[in-house]
């Protein structure tokens, strides 16, 4: 999942989070990313889908 890209979807945009990762974890409503490089994000929200072919990983995000 290295090349793996991570898009956050707000009011039918996609809003790309972090590229490169690595890690997903889910903890108490939220998301928390790690990419090969070792930069971390924490995002709330949904997961929605995952696309192999594009490596892409998209959430929406909370209303």
């Not at 090349?3 to 790309?16: A, C, N, R």
């Amino acid at each position: 999942m290295c090349d793996v890209k991570v898009v956050l979807v707000t009011d039918g945009v996609e809003k790309p989070v972090l590229s490169h990762v690595d890690e997903v974890r889910h903890r108490a409503g939220q998301v928390r990313l790690t990419n090969i490089f070792g930069e971390e994000k924490t995002i709330r929200g949904d997961f929605l889908y995952f696309n192999n072919s594009d490596k892409k990983m998209v959430f929406a995000a909370p209303v």
